[in-house]
């Protein structure tokens, strides 16, 4: 624009004979003899993009409607000038300054896709300028031709100024304003098919009446669609139109009063002829370019409607659309639930779309989105809520924040969850995330796919694993395969059974037992007081110095080959986690996990009963994720499972509030407040033991030293009767001797008595 401006002279000042030594004859046939030069490009509204129909859209849309509506107002006041010239020929001169000042105020208005464009301010400029001197001219000439002059003018006025921007005026932007109403019309006949089509009951399910809405939605939708479409190329034809429309008239215009003024006006003929030969050609190229372009959009039209016919069924067929479970960015309508009392709900239908690491939403009418929450780290799961489908809920990596948003479809719903996990392991921050988020997913896909050679592969590893001691803390900064030469060796296949299950949900007390379980949770379905009531039974907990409480979601649990090294927890989340990633299992059973100096609790939160109880005893190893801290697991040694009379090791895996490391931290602590009152009670049992045996010798000893009084009073006795019976008959020793044997059992007051009486 500045090239051709600079080559015409266009914008420079009036010249005078000292600048350059032109003349103004040359200097004014400088500026009007301006090149023939291309348009700069026109904005369009994507029509590839209406079926989407995204906020985005919607306001690059509202920004071509206030584009059409300053249009409007501007062609309008245009009108009335030329109309002006038109009607009053007494008032020609005054009208031809009001159509001067404005075409030099196109530069000052501010339409929102106007841009910076050079050529068209600079070409009205020039027009504005020649118009001016026109004016001058036509006092002088106003009465040369009084009655075929005028007619012949007012008659070209009509033809060729007041006939194009008429039409402009009259049919182009009544066109717009009529394509408005349809649109919005359609529109909303769309919102309320959408909305009453994901009211549906997923429960009581009416063929009938899902088939009437299905259709309803896929009329409503094809019209919305339909209709935008051609919308949306009236408004892109109209960055054309707009331009011929001004540039005709004055085209026109000028032609006229050069026909007018041709007697007399040679020289200025001379000085606009190449100047308005110019600007009809840059009329015709535009005027060929809108046509090609025209020509185009109604092709991308036709192409649309056969393609998008198909994804006009709210919800299409998964086998001919399949989902894409390696998307790291996905946009679209959700229905998001919005709590409005204790018990009572609302839903809102807005345009959520990932950005990075965040998942934004925007209404219809605002400009940008906002921020729902960072889901780096979230969790997602699928839920039933409100008897409506395709609802999933999101929770935030510290479980502070969840939402629960509802698909249109089974697609839609499949395709947010993947992306959202992926999103939460931050694969987008790779160069290729897509790539990384496939292979993923397929090496996610071998881990849960038992190899035929597993169990070869496992026994020929076994001579290689060494025995070590159970660890009592694992750290959860360490990193795999650094504990010691011989966990090196090992295989990851050999520290999970071969061909062990998956459990995902943890078994209810009043359903069946999980084999392995029944040894150790005798327990289980004990109800535990909120208000620290016994109800006349004294818990067998209320003793444990120990006592905190944890929220935890359970991912999973399986049979383990090994219980000696934290690498069998880390593969066992990776096993657990790969195969819900596989298989699609979001649902986490929430559950408080009780830590105390006698064992672990799952206590379920709404209902206060014990759903597992594991011994603390039997805990063996746990360990946090090295990573995601909020990942924890623990192995459980057992007698039973599936070889009987055999000691097995289960692993459980558990997701926390981002509390991974405090939880294992809590269950050593109760390990070794458990050790040493365990060595408490080994002292204080053997302290009473020795006690015992001092007791008992005790008594022992006293025993012995009555055995020996007993005997020294006999001999005394024997030898008083042996005394008296060197004096005495037989006969009279025995009086004596039992006498005397009386005596020595009655005591002193028996001697005297029996004296007195002989």
């Given at each position: 624009?500045?090239?051709?401006r ?5 914008g420079?000042p009036?010249?005078d004979?000292?600048r350059?030594?032109?003349g103004r004859?040359e ?7 301006a090149?023939?030069?291309?348009m700069?490009?026109i ?7 209406t079926?989407?129909?995204s ?13 059409a ?12 000038a030329?109309?002006r010239?038109?009607?009053a020929?007494?008032e ?8 001067s ?8 208005q ?11 301010t600079s070409?009205?400029q ?8 026109a004016?001058?001219?036509?006092c ?5 031709n ?14 060729a100024m007041m006939?194009?921007i008429?039409?402009f005026?009259e049919?182009?932007?009544k066109e717009i ?5 349809v649109f ?16 549906l009951?997923?429960?009581r399910?009416n063929?009938k ?8 939605v896929?009329t409503?939708?094809?019209k ?20 011929i ?11 006229a ?9 040679e020289?200025l ?11 009809g050609?840059s009329v ?9 372009e025209?020509?185009n959009?109604q ?7 056969v393609a998008?016919d198909p ?5 299409p067929d998964t086998?001919?659309?399949p ?9 679209g309508y ?5 709590k409005?009392g ?14 990075g690491?965040?998942?934004?939403s925007q209404?219809r009418?605002?400009v940008?989105g906002?921020?729902?929450m ?7 799961m699928a ?5 409506r489908r395709?609802?999933f ?7 502070k924040?969840?939402s629960?948003?509802q ?7 499949e395709?947010?969850i ?9 694969i987008?921050?790779?160069e290729?995330?897509?790539?990384i988020?496939?292979?993923?997913n397929?090496?996610?896909l ?5 190899s ?5 592969r ?6 290689a694993?060494?025995?070590r001691?159970?660890a ?5 900064t360490?990193?795999l395969g650094s504990?010691?030469?011989a966990?090196?060796a090992l ?5 999970v059974a ?5 459990q ?6 009043v359903s ?10 005798g327990q289980s379905?004990?109800r535990?007081?909120?208000?620290g009531?016994?109800g006349g ?5 209320e ?6 409480l944890f929220?935890v979601?359970f ?8 219980d ?6 880390y593969?066992t989340m990776?096993?657990i ?7 699609n299992?979001?649902r986490?059973?929430?559950?408080h ?22 011994p603390?005893?039997?805990v063996?190893?746990?360990a946090?994720?090295?990573e995601?801290k909020?990942l924890f697991?623990f192995?459980?040694?057992?007698s039973?499972?599936?070889v009987?009379s055999c000691?097995?090791?289960i692993c459980y895996i558990?997701e926390?509030?981002?509390e ?7 269950i ?6 458990a ?5 408490d ?13 001092k ?5 022992e000893?006293?025993?012995q030293?009555?055995i020996?009084?007993d ?5 005394r006795l024997i ?11 037989e006969?009279?020793?025995v009086?004596?001797?039992?006498s005397q ?8 007051d028996?001697k005297?008595?029996?004296?007195s009486?002989?």
């Amino acid at each position: 624009g500045r090239d051709i401006r600079r080559q015409a002279g266009w914008g420079q000042p009036r010249c005078d004979r000292a600048r350059g030594g032109l003349g103004r004859r040359e200097l004014q046939r400088r500026r009007v003899s301006a090149p023939a030069a291309a348009m700069p490009g026109i904005d369009k509204l994507p029509i590839e993009e209406t079926l989407e129909d995204s906020p985005q859209t919607r306001s690059l849309l509202g920004v071509f409607e206030e584009d059409a509506a300053a249009i409007s107002n501007y062609v309008n006041q245009l009108f009335q000038a030329m109309h002006r010239i038109y009607d009053a020929q007494n008032e020609l001169s005054a009208a031809t300054h009001l159509t001067s000042k404005l075409l030099k105020e196109y530069e000052k208005q501010r339409f929102p896709l106007g841009g910076d464009d050079e050529v068209m301010t600079s070409t009205l400029q020039q027009f504005a300028k020649v118009i001016d001197e026109a004016s001058a001219c036509i006092c002088f000439i106003y009465f040369a031709n009084l009655s075929s002059c005028h007619a012949v003018l007012s008659t070209q006025l009509a033809d060729a100024m007041m006939f194009p921007i008429t039409q402009f005026k009259e049919r182009d932007l009544k066109e717009i304003l009529t394509l408005k109403e349809v649109f919005q019309i359609a529109s909303n006949d769309h919102d309320a098919a959408i909305t009453r089509y994901s009211r549906l009951s997923k429960r009581r399910e009416n063929e009938k009446i899902k088939a009437e809405v299905t259709e309803d939605v896929y009329t409503s939708r094809k019209k919305q669609h339909q209709t935008m479409m051609h919308y949306f190329c009236a408004l892109n034809s109209l960055q054309y139109k707009k331009k011929i429309a001004m540039l005709e008239p004055l085209l026109g215009y000028m032609q006229a009063q050069i026909s007018f003024f041709k007697m007399g006006s040679e020289n200025l003929t001379e000085q606009l002829e190449e100047f308005l030969t110019n600007i009809g050609t840059s009329v015709q190229n535009v005027r060929r370019e809108m046509e090609r372009e025209v020509e185009n959009m109604q092709q991308t039209i036709e192409d649309l409607e056969v393609a998008s016919d198909p994804l006009y069924l709210p919800d299409p067929d998964t086998t001919k659309f399949p989902v894409h479970r390696n998307l790291t960015r996905k946009a679209g309508y959700l229905n998001a639930r919005n709590k409005t009392g204790l018990v009572s709900s609302s839903w809102e239908r807005q345009f959520y779309f990932t950005q990075g690491g965040n998942l934004m939403s925007q209404a219809r009418g605002d400009v940008a989105g906002g921020l729902v929450m960072d889901i780096d780290n979230c969790s997602v799961m699928a839920v039933d809520c409100e008897d409506r489908r395709y609802c999933f809920q999101i929770t935030s990596f510290d479980g502070k924040k969840s939402s629960i948003l509802q698909a249109e479809s089974k697609k839609d719903y499949e395709e947010w969850i993947c992306t959202i996990n992926n999103i939460s392991k931050q694969i987008y921050l790779s160069e290729n995330p897509e790539e990384i988020a496939a292979r993923v997913n397929q090496s996610a896909l071998e881990a849960v796919t038992p190899s035929p050679s597993f169990q070869q592969r496992h026994e020929s590893m076994r001579p290689a694993v060494q025995s070590r001691p159970p660890a009592a803390r694992t750290s959860s900064t360490g990193s795999l395969g650094s504990d010691s030469a011989a966990l090196s060796a090992l295989s990851l296949d050999s520290l999970v059974a071969p061909d062990t299950p998956i459990q995902f949900d943890i078994i209810s007390p009043v359903s069946e037992d999980l084999p392995g379980q029944a040894k150790f949770s005798g327990q289980s379905g004990r109800r535990t007081n909120p208000f620290g009531e016994s109800g006349g039974s004294k818990s067998e907990t209320e003793d444990s110095i120990l006592h905190q409480l944890f929220i935890v979601r359970f991912l999973g649990s399986m049979e383990v080959k090994s219980d000696e090294s934290p690498e069998v927890v880390y593969e066992t989340m990776r096993q657990i986690l790969a195969a819900r990633a596989i298989h699609n299992v979001f649902r986490m059973t929430e559950s408080h996990l009780l830590v105390t100096c006698d064992c672990l609790k799952l206590i379920d939160p709404q209902t206060q009963v014990t759903r597992l109880r594991f011994p603390l005893p039997n805990v063996v190893l746990y360990a946090t994720h090295q990573e995601n801290k909020r990942l924890f697991g623990f192995v459980l040694r057992t007698s039973g499972g599936r070889v009987e009379s055999c000691q097995t090791s289960i692993c459980y895996i558990f997701e926390s509030n981002n509390e991974g490391e405090k939880i294992c931290d809590s269950i050593g602590l109760a390990k070794q407040i458990a050790f040493h009152a365990e060595l408490d009670r080994q002292a204080s049992e053997k302290q009473k033991e020795i006690d015992r045996v001092k007791e008992k010798q005790q008594k022992e000893l006293n025993k012995q030293k009555q055995i020996e009084k007993d005997l020294e009073e006999q001999s005394r006795l024997i030898a008083a009767s042996s005394r008296s019976n060197q004096s005495s008959g037989e006969g009279q020793f025995v009086v004596l001797s039992s006498s005397q044997s009386e005596d020595s059992d009655l005591g002193e007051d028996g001697k005297k008595k029996r004296e007195s009486e002989a």
